[in-house]
């Protein structure tokens, strides 16, 4: 993987598992761990169990950065020119069972993979052999632009706004339509609970920080209820409006001057 390309979300096990997906464009999950665990074994002198890596590729999972492969399929028994390639929602998010067994086997063994995937064949096999996955690239597009928008708060606000704003962004990921103007609504107690099990940011400081994001005039975060001591939701649109004009403005002034930015800006 790329050094300029960084997904430090789920640490280097996360960027791992991404890489041997992007390289191979798809391959099962016990496939994953295996390579990914054979990998961090030879770059660590402690190794790395399997079991630690299928937990991050269930993360991966779990917040939709990995999806399954759709499979071809038959109507009413007769067999088409071309296979449509289909999956329900309900199984691309669905984990497999592997034999984690068989991973621990293969890593402390001096045989050449290809006589261990013979002897693996003949003894026992993997049950995810025909379940393939890929890189989900519509929630990577989603997480790298809500990444520039906890950037945005960092600048503006400072460090702790943009903990507060990624919070919120990870509460609102999976139940949100990663393409609507705002994301789902968050209430200020989710809010609360997870920002204080995630950062070392204290619970009296919380509110003030939601009070700067909502005034801000990046419109990074909305205020759309009072109840329960008030449910957020994060204006993505209009907050990534404002970062495009911002750009533009940095463009003009750099090569035009502050004057015609003015200029430009009063339109």
Not at 143 to 150: C, G, N, S, T
Not at 245 to 253: K, L, N, P
Request: with cysteine; aromatic share 8%.
């Amino acid at each position: 993987m790329s050094r300029s390309f960084r997904f430090e979300r789920y640490g280097y096990t996360g960027e791992l598992i991404v890489e041997e997906l992007l390289t191979n464009g798809q391959m099962t999950m016990s496939t994953v761990v295996g390579k990914v665990t054979s990998r961090l074994s030879e770059a660590t002198e402690s190794g790395v169990s399997p079991n630690q890596v299928k937990d991050i590729f269930v993360k991966l999972v779990q917040t939709h950065f990995v999806q399954r492969c759709p499979v071809p399929q038959s109507s009413d028994g007769v067999k088409p020119v071309a296979p449509t390639m289909n999956i329900s929602e309900n199984e691309m998010y669905l984990i497999p069972e592997i034999k984690l067994h068989l991973l621990r086997k293969s890593e402390g063994t001096d045989e050449p993979p290809a006589k261990r995937r013979r002897v693996e064949t003949e003894d026992e096999k993997q049950p995810d052999e025909d379940i393939y996955w890929r890189v989900n690239f519509v929630r990577f597009h989603h997480y790298f632009r809500d990444q520039a928008l906890i950037d945005a708060a960092s600048r503006r606000l400072g460090p702790r706004a943009a903990d507060i704003l990624r919070t919120i962004l990870r509460l609102a990921e999976t139940r949100s339509d990663p393409w609507t103007p705002t994301t789902c609504c968050v209430s200020q107690q989710e809010i609360l609970q997870a920002v204080v099990k995630e950062t070392n940011i204290v619970k009296l400081e919380i509110a003030p920080y939601l009070s700067v994001l909502t005034e801000d005039s990046a419109n990074l975060l909305s205020k759309v209820e009072d109840r329960g001591g008030g449910v957020y939701t994060v204006t993505t649109y209009k907050a990534l409006q404002k970062l495009v004009e911002a750009i533009i403005m940095s463009v003009v002034e750099d090569r035009f001057g502050s004057n015609v930015a003015e200029y430009l800006g009063c339109y």
